[in-house]
């Protein structure tokens, strides 16, 4: 139950060579699940291409195998969620079910800003689960411009106050691995 991973993917099919930015060790380090069972959260930033969800979905895989419930969704399926359960008068509800899993995997956070009240509801879900649930999100842009995601610096520094507080960031950097083989094969530049 729950999870909802979009694809199947593996820590075994990521190759680290291919992303020198990104510390083996660390990954293996965060695959063994401890910070989920201190509800902590890791950031996963980095431009499109460079294996941010293929890493959330693989460390969601060694949660589950670790015994742990894991949700999956995007930014936008999550937000849309609470906007609509928050018109439906039963945000609490959701906010409940929200903070049940003991991971939630936030997928593609900052590919589209947040209206302000989608902003503020968000901050209450990372509220809710706040030291009791860890949090695993994506995002294309640095911490610096989560005042831009979410419309609202103040909003966004209360969500960052909270998210950073036990946290690992990581910071991939690199070319996009999509467009590698076809800039192997001299497709592209
Ligand atoms: P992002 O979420 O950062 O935009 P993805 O995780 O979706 O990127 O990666 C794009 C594609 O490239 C996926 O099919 C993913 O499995 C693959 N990929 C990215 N980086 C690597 C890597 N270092 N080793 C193996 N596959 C990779
Ligand atoms: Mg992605």
Redesign the pocket.
Known sequence: KLAHFPTV?ELA????E??PSIDPKQIRDLAASRWIANGENVLLL??????????SIALGREAILAGYTVQFTTATTLVAGLAKAHGERRLDEKLLALAKPKLLII?ELGYLPLEPDAAHLFFQLVSRRYETGAMLI?SNRSVAEWGTVFADPVVATAILDRLLHHSHVLT?RGD???LRAKRKSGLIK
Request: charge should be positive.
């Open positions: 993917k099919g990521f190759d680290f291919a992303q980095g431009p499109p291409g460079v294996g941010k969800t293929h890493l997928d994506t991939i996009s691995y999509r």
